[in-house]
């Protein structure tokens, strides 16, 4: 045995000294992997030899349960202009940096992070920078980012910054540069996040010997830090988000979902009495804190941009009065010009009385002549990129001109610009990114990377997450990384000396108060767990349908006049419910049945309707388990490989019948592993109303006065009945009995009656906007539908009977709609004390 070790130390050194040798001849720059003196650092190949040690199959398996769980987290993002959503691009090696290294980098981005809140302090305050010259008012005024109605506020807390960013890259002599500050609303902190939850799953006996720093605590200390500085005891605090379509959604709801915060939209909020308010199920509630990731000039349309829907009316004015905490302030986005780059040694000297700990690249701004007529001296030694925005002025969509690769229209265009305008340019020196080792086609190979470091304003100063996101090029020559341009993610180490101390989100020097409430849900929330509770349901009840009308085809019966009829009339259900084209008279059942269940092009079809479940999940995904969310897509995935005509006919089916059993899966667990919240109230409210609905219809389609033996089985077999009814009923089936269990059994769980049973409990449960007694208009339908349902006599119920009765559903759905999803200014807020569920 010791022979066999030795030999496969020796491969897996071997193979080491492969990668390394392969690796340095493929590098032309400053690298993490090699060190001055072309040796491997000790910490990274300490990683290769722990990779080398997994063998080709070990790293395939870890590689391969990084992606599966990428997937299973749904961890995305979006490319600006794009509908569908990327799987995550996690590569598989980390960024690491040793402990002394990393020391040096937080102290310098905390540096930075101090000196830019004292400069929008003065430039929002007194503007002092701006009177005395040390900042030209050009270079504060030309950039969109200036909010002018933020002038003369002082900030509840005493800080414009509060969650600070900065992009990061290694030059040429070894050393940091900041290439860029993200104070508008940083992004990139909830996909650090994610990544150390892939990489240290997939890795996690490395991951544990190599001491890498937890995030929790900087996630901890930030919720603490924003909950601090509200006004009330026990804030309510919200993340506001752009919504679904913003490229970064997929973080923001992790951040929510890890922090227990409120995801909500401009829609979700509203300002009354001067305040911040969260629409919820109860009426108007207090927003005490609010984690913007909203662009500044979109968040008040009253005062900014008119065509804002993504923000508040009147935020600014709630802001104004110190009503609530925003993190960060409005505005705070102005010092991420270039243009005020180029002045950031000479204020950190002014303002802090040091020099910058963190250089910047060279950066040279055209709105001073001295520094204008440098660069147009020497252009081909620059990079000209815009001042104040990512497009450079006057070049159509380019972000920048290397001056060396201009025409000489181009150079003669460019200079004449500069000279008319030259607050609107900024020069840089052309740097060579450093490289950090990418795991490529089973290789190292070396490729430009950026590094973004995170840091949060806290009660004892500035505390910066240890590690980053880290952006890594897929091509070994660029300028910029950015995810839209191909590039990958990876996790950053930040390795110490010593064991690392066990850390969880929760504080530990804190005894809060036991808290048992059904919580106020936001309206816009409560309104998607409703549509998608409704979705799952219909997509069961069609997938039924389906099952259902296959399995008579199946069988030999179905040829004579009661098979056939009811053969014709399940297909004609399907139709009617838009789950197959009525439009195309000449398809035949088994295609209206496979039709039904997954033609992409039917709006009532199973696979459209779990689409659209799917997308009512995907506006409230903090609120849903990673399990519901793997189901929601698993289902998905299925139907579109039914509908995918690649598959025969027997395989459809199976797939068919697994959609069902992963669809009863999610019910289950959303019964027993959601709290009974009010979140979950909704949920389960919106597949009692469409159970009922769909049963209504069942029995209105197969159980007419003329119904046949072979229709009623059908409608058990549709409400999974069967055995019930052969153990009450000796004799066939027949029709007032099998309406009976349809509509009016409160034992059975799919019964009309069972749902308006449990849509009434629901329904009493619920908060009321008033304390008077009154009932609400959705508890006084629910009452009355209950009280009819139990006092009806099966042998009564016929199609006009049940007709009613769905109606009747269908009005209540409304009212519910009406007043739980939709609430204006004037809505109430509750006396009780409430939390948020």
């Known amino acids: 045995m010791s022979a066999e070790r030795d030999i496969e130390t020796d491969e897996a050194s071997q193979r080491v000294a492969g990668w390394i040798a392969g690796y340095a001849l493929a590098r032309d720059a400053p690298d993490e992997l090699i060190d001055r003196d072309g040796r491997p650092h000790a910490h990274w190949r300490h990683l290769l030899e722990s990779f080398a040690a997994f063998g080709d199959a070990g790293l395939e398996q870890r590689f391969a349960a990084a992606g599966r769980r990428i997937d299973d987290m749904g961890i995305s993002y979006r490319v600006h202009g794009e509908a569908k ?33 004292q400069i ?15 900042i030209l008012a050009a270079a504060v005024a030309g950039s969109q980012n200036f909010i002018r109605p933020m002038c003369g506020v002082t900030p509840p807390g005493g800080r414009w910054l509060r969650f600070y960013a900065a992009d990061l890259g290694r030059g040429p002599d070894g050393n940091w ?25 997939a890795l996690p006996s490395l991951y544990r010997d190599m001491n890498v720093e937890r995030l929790a605590p900087f996630f901890r200390d930030f919720r603490a830090s924003i909950s601090r500085v509200a006004q009330r005891v026990d804030p309510r605090i919200c993340l506001l988000t752009p919504g679904v379509w913003s490229e970064t959604y997929s973080e923001q709801v992790h951040l929510a979902r890890y922090l227990g915060l409120t995801l909500v939209e401009g829609e979700d909020l509203v300002v009354s009495d001067g305040k911040l308010h969260v629409r919820t199920i109860a009426g108007l509630k207090r927003a005490d804190v609010i984690w913007r990731r909203v662009d500044a000039d979109w968040c008040d349309p009253l005062e900014q941009n008119a065509s804002s829907r993504l923000g508040v009316a009147g935020m600014f004015d709630a802001i104004r009065r110190g009503a609530v905490v925003v993190a960060n302030m409005p505005g705070a986005g102005v010092v991420e010009s270039r243009a005020l780059m180029s002045l950031m040694p000479e204020l950190s000297k002014r303002v802090l009385g040091e020099s910058l700990k963190l250089s910047n690249m060279a950066t040279y701004w055209c709105g001073r002549e001295m520094e204008r007529n440098k660069v147009i001296d020497s252009l081909n030694e620059f990079a000209i990129s815009g001042a104040f925005a990512d497009r450079l002025p006057g070049f159509g969509e380019r972000r920048e001109a290397l001056g060396h690769a201009l025409t000489g229209e181009e150079r003669a265009r460019l200079v004449d610009a500069i000279n008319q305008r030259g607050v609107d340019y900024v020069a840089q020196e052309p740097t060579k990114f450093s490289t950090t080792p990418a795991w490529i086609d089973g290789r190292l190979s070396p490729r430009p990377f950026v590094l973004r470091v995170f840091a949060a304003a806290t009660a004892n100063g500035w505390a910066v997450m240890p590690g980053g996101f880290c952006r890594i090029s897929n091509r070994p020559h660029v300028r910029a990384v950015s995810m839209d341009a191909g590039a990958q993610s990876s996790d950053v180490w930040v390795l110490t000396s010593g064991p690392i101390k066990w850390s969880t989100l929760l504080p530990s020097d804190e005894d809060p108060p036991i808290v048992r409430a059904l919580g106020n849900l936001p309206s816009r929330a409560a309104d998607n767990l409703f549509w998608m509770g409704r979705y799952f349901e219909r997509a069961e009840a069609t997938l039924r349908v389906v099952r259902t009308l296959a399995a008579r085809l199946s069988q030999p019966q179905h040829i004579d006049l009661q098979g056939r009829q009811s053969i014709e009339l399940l297909a004609r259900l399907l139709i009617a419910w838009g789950a197959a084209p009525e439009d195309m008279p000449d398809m035949n059942p088994t295609q209206i049945a496979l039709a039904a ?74 019964d027993e592993n959601f709290n009974r919240v009010a979140g979950w109230s909704f949920i389960d409210l919106g597949r009692r109303i469409e159970r009922a609905i769909g049963t209504c219809r069942f029995a209105r389609q197969l159980a007419g006065g003329e119904a ?119 809505g109430p807020a509750s006396s009780q004390p409430s939390r948020i569920a």
């Open 120 to 134: 929008l302090h003065d430039i929002y305050g007194d503007a002092r920078l701006i009177a005395e010259g040390a």
């Open 177 to 201: 540069r900041v290439l860029g500050d993200r104070a508008q609303a940083p992004s990139g902190a909830g996909y650090a996040l994610e990544n150390r939850l892939v990489l240290s799953r």
């Open 708 to 826: 046949t033996v072979e229709n009623l089985d059908a409608l058990l077999d549709l409400l999974d009945s069967q055995i019930t009814y052969r153990s009450r009923y000796i004799a066939g089936a027949a029709l007032t009995p099998v309406l009976d269990m349809a509509m009016l059994d409160p034992f059975n769980p799919r019964s009309v009656l069972f749902q308006a049973m449990r849509i009434d409990e629901h329904l009493a449960a619920l908060p009321t906007l008033r304390n008077d007694g009154v009932m609400e208009p959705p508890r006084r339908l629910s009452v009355k539908l209950r009280a009819e349902l139990e006092s009806e006599d099966a042998h009564r119920l016929d199609a006009a009977i049940i007709l009613g009765f769905e109606q009747r559903l269908m009005s209540l759905a409304d009212k519910i709609a009406e007043r739980y999803f939709t609430h204006g200014t004037e």
């Open 85 to 117: 959503e990327r799987s995550w691009p996690l590569g598989r090696l980390p960024l690491l940096i040793p402990e002394s290294e990393w020391r040096d980098l937080a102290a310098g981005v905390a540096q930075r992070a101090e000196l830019l809140d």
């Open 597 to 670: 269940a997954a033609d992409a092009d039917a709006y009532g079809s199973a696979l459209s309707v779990v689409r659209h479940a799917r997308r009512a999940a995907s506006i409230v995904r903090e609120r849903l388990s990673q399990d519901v969310w793997q189901l929601i897509g698993r289902i998905e995935m299925r139907l579109m490989r039914a509908g995918a005509g690649a598959i025969t006919e027997p395989e459809t089916l199976e797939i068919i019948e697994r959609s069902l059993h992963t669809l009863a899966a999610l019910s289950g667990l959303i």
